[in-house]
């Protein structure tokens, strides 16, 4: 058994923000964190969590329009949550399965938790069509399909209405950035997960 992924990194997105993310593995799954800047203009915060079968168990997303969550029910049949902004409370209630995928447009996280969870695609197979519940930065998810396709070993596309994004995951499901990213330890040298 390897040991639990805990790391934190910092690079630039293929469309120039920011990123620094945090990723750690618990005893429930995954926990990722994210925070996209554009320049010095925040753009994004992220947490999601994905659970060790790689089913997303929750999404909160922060941007300039306010606050968003999302989570399974407990029958894995709706996905639920909300929007807080300005205006008040948006409650959300959607369609939800085994064969959904959520997405967060531009987020090379979300996207690597994706693909990871439809790891039985061999490459070169037929690209996939996946029900999908896709976030944009105004918050407001949809219902559409995603088209998802090994490329190669660790690269894949995914595509939703027209917008194709290449996402390059290694085997530890972190997505890659270039040459020019950076990656340490969550822990302190010596320092060990309590």
Request: a negative charge.
């Given at each position: 058994?390897?040991?639990?992924?805990?790391?934190?990194?910092?690079?630039?997105?293929?469309?120039?923000?920011?990123?620094?993310?945090?990723?750690a593995d618990g005893g429930r799954g995954r926990r990722w964190r994210s925070r996209l800047m554009d320049g010095d203009r925040f753009t994004e915060g992220l947490l999601l969590e994905v659970?060790?079968?790689?089913?997303?168990?929750?999404?909160?997303?922060?941007?300039?329009?306010?606050?968003?969550?999302?989570?399974?029910?407990?029958?894995?049949?709706?996905?639920?949550?909300?929007?807080?902004?300005?205006?008040?409370?948006?409650?959300?209630?959607?369609?939800?399965?085994?064969?959904?995928?959520?997405?967060?447009?531009?987020?090379?996280?979300?996207?690597?938790?994706?693909?990871?969870?439809?790891?039985?695609?061999?490459?070169?197979?037929?690209?996939?069509?996946?029900?999908?519940?896709?976030?944009?930065?105004?918050?407001?998810?949809?219902?559409?399909?995603?088209?998802i396709e090994r490329r190669g070993e660790t690269t894949w596309t995914v595509a939703v209405d027209g917008r194709e994004e290449r996402i390059e995951v290694d085997p530890r499901g972190i997505?890659?950035?270039?040459?020019?990213?950076?990656?340490?330890?969550?822990?302190?040298?010596?320092?060990?997960?309590?």
């Amino acid at each position: 058994m390897s040991e639990p992924l805990r790391r934190v990194g910092r690079a630039r997105t293929a469309e120039g923000a920011e990123i620094v993310w945090t990723v750690a593995d618990g005893g429930r799954g995954r926990r990722w964190r994210s925070r996209l800047m554009d320049g010095d203009r925040f753009t994004e915060g992220l947490l999601l969590e994905v659970a060790a079968d790689g089913r997303i168990t929750r999404l909160e997303l922060t941007t300039a329009v306010g606050l968003l969550t999302l989570h399974p029910d407990r029958a894995g049949e709706r996905l639920h949550g909300n929007v807080a902004g300005p205006g008040g409370m948006r409650h959300l209630d959607l369609e939800w399965g085994a064969q959904h995928v959520l997405l967060v447009m531009g987020s090379p996280i979300v996207a690597a938790a994706a693909v990871r969870s439809r790891s039985d695609v061999g490459v070169g197979e037929e690209a996939r069509l996946h029900p999908a519940v896709v976030v944009g930065s105004d918050l407001t998810p949809r219902v559409v399909s995603a088209r998802i396709e090994r490329r190669g070993e660790t690269t894949w596309t995914v595509a939703v209405d027209g917008r194709e994004e290449r996402i390059e995951v290694d085997p530890r499901g972190i997505p890659q950035f270039g040459s020019d990213a950076d990656e340490w330890a969550l822990e302190r040298p010596g320092e060990t997960k309590r």
